[in-house]
């Protein structure tokens, strides 16, 4: 949740005093709240930035768009689950945070507008199949501030699961490619929250708790390794998130934005704004077929 923002122009000298000129006789100063008003957590700044952020993924309002987050298709893939449904159990009070989700029955479904019994069975189905996602999706589902996809995903391949991410210190997390302080502090923030420890708590207990185990992973030919992709458009056979995974599973970077870090824009029918920013920073561009012979014999490294 975010409490407060204000322009560069604000915060400039000249801003300050404008503000200041402009501010009626006898006003106090604005203080900024230290703890969330909706749940009482303490509240998350920072350096950088003015705004401040209430880290609690049970917090009431936010919850809403926190269970909608969760079970997204780049998340715990909960089919049935939209902001409707979420909004329902909510107002209803039948879940309190995204672990309650692993405890509902159809029965407690009945009571909702809209629900009959093979719908509300359908739901909880979807629900008990989503314990199968891996490590990931789980924590992108988590709804951590500056946590992606692709940095779920890195952090996923470092830490190999919940405990030990929940475990790692600053300095642990800030050895992983792409994660600076700020991003790093975010995570720490957010595993030292206790109710989102006691969210941890919760999913491990209903069985929500995937692992990485690079030992059972089967080998195959790591021909994209160090390479990084960016996916646009939609592509003939592949779904986004197959080419994602086959990109990673040998050992490419699947991202999410065109940089110069980019190596290849993986180009589909109707793209968006990736492909002129392609373009403008010389990027290689292919189309899923390339993608294949790419996975299939890795780049010519000699050019």
């Known amino acids: 949740m975010r409490f407060l923002t204000r322009s560069k122009w604000a915060g400039s000298p000249s801003g300050r005093r404008h503000c200041l000129e402009a501010r009626p006789k ?10 969330c008003p909706s749940c009482g957590e303490p509240l998350e700044r920072n350096e950088e930035e003015v705004a401040v ?3 609690n993924a049970s917090c009431p309002a936010q919850l809403v768009r926190n269970v909608e987050h969760f079970a997204s298709r780049g998340a715990m893939d909960i089919e049935g689950l939209g902001i409707r449904v979420a909004e329902q159990l909510i107002a209803d009070r039948v879940i309190g945070d995204v672990a309650d989700l692993y405890i509902l029955k159809p029965d ?5 507008d809209g629900f009959g019994e093979k719908r509300a069975e359908n739901l909880i189905e979807s629900i008990a ?3 199968a996602q891996p490590l990931p999706r789980l924590i992108n589902g988590l ?4 946590v992606g996809e692709t940095v779920a995903g890195d952090l996923a391949r470092e830490f190999g699961s919940l405990e030990q991410l929940s475990n790692a210190t600053l300095e642990q997390l800030e050895q992983v490619e792409g994660i600076g302080p700020v991003v790093a502090t975010t995570i720490v923030d957010w595993m030292h929250t206790p109710a989102n420890q006691k969210l941890l708590e919760k999913l491990k207990a ?7 185990d690079h030992a059972q992973k089967p080998q195959v030919p ?9 996916i646009t458009g939609t592509l003939p056979t592949w779904s986004r998130e197959e080419a994602k995974e086959a990109i990673e599973r040998h050992g490419g970077k699947a991202t999410g934005s065109v940089s110069s870090k980019t190596d290849y824009l993986v180009l589909g029918e109707s793209p968006g704004s990736k492909l002129r920013k392609a373009q403008e920073l010389d990027v ?3 189309d899923e077929e390339n993608l294949r012979k790419l996975i299939g014999s890795g780049p010519d490294r000699s050019a």
């Open 284 to 286: 290689a561009i292919i």
């Open 108 to 112: 407690d479904l009945l009571e909702l």
């Open 129 to 131: 199949a989503s314990k």
């Open 222 to 230: 790591q021909t994209l390794a160090g390479l990084t992709f960016v």
């Open 26 to 35: 006898g006003v106090e100063p604005y203080q900024l709240p230290d703890h």
């Open 143 to 146: 709804g951590i501030r500056t």
């Open 206 to 212: 209903s069985g929500v708790w995937p692992e990485e």
């Open 53 to 55: 952020y209430c880290v």
